[in-house]
């Protein structure tokens, strides 16, 4: 037997196995979903299928290429001819190569949710519409949401049940609005990322060559989390599959967690009824995580009443229970974490076991501001990324307009960037012959002196040259680097960023510089083909959010998203900010189906931890500049509390818990007792308490840095101790001390609060 099928137990080598047919794997968190897909396609390659065959469609383009050196340490570099990816990367590629058939050019451009809500901010204004009425993100959700459900602009159009709930919204005109905008983008000869798949359907409903050329291309065809498929997505792989019925989906409906992006759980139910033939292998052991945290994950969703039946079971150690830590602020989350991540170092665990994983971006100051503070590296994953800055976007612009000059929103941002003296007036002028004349904005700009005079005029024509002369080069053939180094210094941008010598322009310099080096990398990979500009510009626009990590390999603590860090694992993962409306999302508190997809971003979230999790909610938080006082999250006391430690860290637990109901304030201070809950929890055993330290009454945290060995010290909950040894460590100093009670601890001095006796 092949090495990699003995690492598998017996369900997972069934589906591993099982290669002729229609398969759906249904599986817990952690129960080796992604094993099995990725040792399912090194096993077909063994069995003579051609990896040219071969599809895969992953969450993230990432997840694709660990699976792709997976899968060639089993079967040698034959693995680079597998087609992995994502939907929007994979089918992207395809419509290059056949959108002509639907009136494409193969160097389209593929427009972000910027370009997407600058656009129709442009349509709003032009049509005459109130901006506040129609608000662009909310019209471009609606769009999306017609996409995903397959409904065109002439559909949408013509049948009024798809318009009542905009019209019903005050939005009578979001059927012109649609119609508008996806004329603008075909005419601009530009996809946004919901054509990509609408599109590809559209590729494959009316050219039945080309859906037949693909069916027989990939005679395999795998999706990774299947519970986040939306419908457009499935009726792709639907289709592809439809001659050859080899389709393998993996997912787990506990972990749907894009319902607000269209992904349907109906999927699943409806995969059994599309495929009569199905062969269901479901995976029921968790090899993730301890089994503190498979318990406490289990406990937690069975609160959700939708949801397939599965027993998930851990046979891996016990394991720590659950942290919880109570912080007083926003800040003194960042800085307990921060140093509880200082402590696991002590014991041997590196940066990068480390995630702190949060609801929203903007949740990461705190901890990066803390992490800084003591010299732990870090990354970020999502925010505004490095391809959002403005800069940046700037000289992808003039790249994108380089390589389709019919791109309406990169000719609106770099027509007067760096400054030429075109003004808005201008620009709306030359957007507006262009629709009279029926023609592209680039037909005006090339042609300019036949329409205006003047400075303006001639200022225009200057930028037409400039942009001659780069396609000019790129017809020649040059690589993307030579040709954006080009760009970068001709077009005034480079040279603006330079003359600009404060801190930000210094940055701005920097990260165009990062930007060309990164394209210098593109060309010098030797796994990338083709080194053209359009080629790299489609890589570029189909990163997703946990695609942008400059240095994965990087020895760094991971901050993200829970929904970024959906299939990814960590040693230590600490859950933060759980706190009501922040986590639970006030937006999503509307419906039980919404609570309960906030449900199972929580479980995702806790799922994700190997050997420790911990939970943290603050009782006071900055939102929107305004101090806000907070609720301990509803999910924290959705855990059964026997999973559960209120940690040492935080206000001490001479406090209760606030979620746990409320006691007589005579009783004793107790440390490690597990939460009293009303009936349900009554039964459970419960552990002996253990006697704390109450600081004494004149309790008052000393200067520590005039701390010698030798000093006797009190500690707030450590209790009494001497001083054993002192060193510097990054700015700080940790004193190793000698506690009566608690044994030996190391503490950092810039966090713990001693008194000097
Ligand atoms: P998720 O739901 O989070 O996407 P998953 O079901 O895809 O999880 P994997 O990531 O494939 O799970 O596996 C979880 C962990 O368990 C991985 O570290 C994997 O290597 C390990 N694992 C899976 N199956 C086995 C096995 N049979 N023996 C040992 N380790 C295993
Ligand atoms: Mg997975």
Redesign the pocket.
């Known amino acids: 037997m092949k090495d990699y099928l003995a690492?598998?137990?017996e369900p997972?080598r069934e589906a591993v196995t099982h290669i002729d047919g229609p398969l759906m794997i249904i599986?817990?968190?952690?129960?080796?979903?992604?094993?099995?897909l990725t040792y399912r396609i090194a096993y077909l390659i063994e069995k003579g299928v051609d990896p040219f065959n071969i599809l895969a469609l992953t969450f993230t383009n990432k997840a694709a290429e660990e699976m792709r050196h997976r899968i060639e340490k089993v079967i040698g570099p034959e693995a680079k001819n597998l087609w992995m990816g994502t939907f929007h990367s994979v089918f992207s590629k395809i419509l290059r190569f056949d959108g002509h058939k639907l009136g494409y050019t193969s160097n389209f451009t593929i427009y972000d949710t910027d370009d997407s809500k600058s656009l129709l901010r442009s349509i709003i204004k032009e049509m005459g519409l109130d901006d506040k009425a129609y608000k662009p993100n909310y019209v471009l959700n609606r769009i999306s949401a017609a996409k995903n459900n397959l409904i065109s602009w002439q559909m949408y159009n013509e049948n009024p049940s798809f318009a009542a709930e905009d019209i019903a919204a005050q939005m009578p005109e979001l059927g012109r609005i649609y119609k508008t905008y996806a004329l603008r983008c075909f005419s601009a000869n530009a996809m946004d990322f919901d054509d990509l798949l609408f599109n590809t359907n559209v590729l494959f409903r009316d050219h039945l060559d080309v859906l037949n050329k693909y069916q027989h291309k990939f005679r395999h065809v795998m999706v990774d989390?299947f519970q986040d498929t939306n419908i457009s997505q499935y009726l792709i792989t639907r289709k592809l599959a439809a001659v050859s019925q080899n389709i393998c989906v993996v997912g787990?409906d506990a972990?749907s967690i894009y319902a607000f992006r269209g992904a349907n759980i109906q999927n699943i139910l409806n995969f059994k009824k599309d495929y009569p033939d199905l062969k269901v292998v479901k995976?029921e052991q968790n090899?993730?995580s301890t089994k503190n945290i498979v318990n406490a994950a289990n406990s937690v969703i069975a609160k959700n009443k939708a949801q397939l039946e599965k027993n998930i079971f851990s046979d891996n150690e016990e394991g720590e229970k659950i942290e919880v830590i109570r912080a007083m602020s926003d800040n003194e989350e960042g800085r307990l974490i921060a140093h509880e991540i200082f402590e696991g170092r002590l014991r041997g665990l590196k940066n990068s076991d480390f995630a702190i994983l949060y609801r929203t971006n903007a949740q990461s100051r705190a901890f990066e501001e803390a992490l800084r503070k003591i010299d732990i590296p870090y990354r970020i994953i999502g925010g505004l990324s490095f391809y959002q800055r403005k800069e940046i976007k700037d000289i992808l612009a003039y790249l994108r307009f380089t390589v389709n000059q019919q791109d309406e929103e990169a000719f609106k941002r770099i027509i007067n960037t760096p400054k030429r003296g075109i003004g808005d007036t201008s620009v709306a002028k030359i957007i507006v012959l262009a629709s009279e004349h029926q023609t592209s904005i680039w037909n005006i700009v090339s042609n300019i002196q036949f329409y205006m005079e003047g400075r303006t005029a001639n200022a225009v024509a200057g930028f037409a040259d400039l942009i001659k002369s780069y396609t000019v080069m790129m017809e020649e053939g040059k690589d993307a680097h030579t040709l954006a180094m080009h760009v970068a210094k001709t077009s005034g941008l480079l040279h603006e960023l330079y003359m600009d010598k404060t801190v930000e322009g210094v940055a701005r310099h920097e990260n165009v510089q990062e930007l060309l080096n990164s394209i210098r990398s593109f060309v010098d990979n030797d796994e990338n083909e083709d080194k053209s500009l359009s080629s790299f510009l489609q890589t570029v626009s189909l990163l997703t959010t946990a695609d942008e990590d400059d240095d994965g390999d990087a020895e760094k603590v991971t901050l993200m998203t829970i929904h970024g860090a959906?299939?990814l694992?960590f040693k230590h993962v600490f859950v933060v900010g759980l706190e009501e409306n922040l986590f639970p999302s006030q937006m999503m508190l509307k419906s039980r189906d919404d609570l309960e997809e906030e449900r199972r971003l929580f479980y995702v979230a806790i799922?994700r931890a190997e050997k420790q999790l911990t939970l943290s909610y603050a009782q006071q938080r900055y939102t929107w500049g305004k101090l806000t006082y907070c609720e301990p999250s509803r999910f924290l006391e959705e855990i059964d509390s026997r999973y559960l430690r209120f940690g040492d860290k935080g206000i001490p637990q001479t406090f209760e818990p606030s979620f746990a109901p409320k006691k007589q304030a005579t009783r004793p201070v107790v440390i490690g007792e597990p939460v009293k809950r009303a009936s349900a929890n009554a039964l459970k055993p419960v552990q002996p308490p253990v006697q704390a330290h109450v600081p004494s009454a004149d309790f008052e945290p000393s200067d520590t840095s005039k701390l010698k060995v030798g000093d006797k010290v009190e500690h707030q909950k450590f209790g009494f101790g001497e001083v054993k040894k002192l060193e510097a460590f990054s700015g700080s100093t940790k004193a190793h001390i000698l506690f009566e009670r608690e044994g030996e601890k190391t503490l950092l001095l810039s966090f713990a609060k001693l008194r000097i006796l």
Not at 27 to 36: D, E, F, L, N
């Open positions: 690492g598998l137990n997972q599986a817990g968190a952690g129960s080796g979903k992604t094993r099995v989390e787990d972990q995976l090899y993730r959906k299939g694992e799922t």
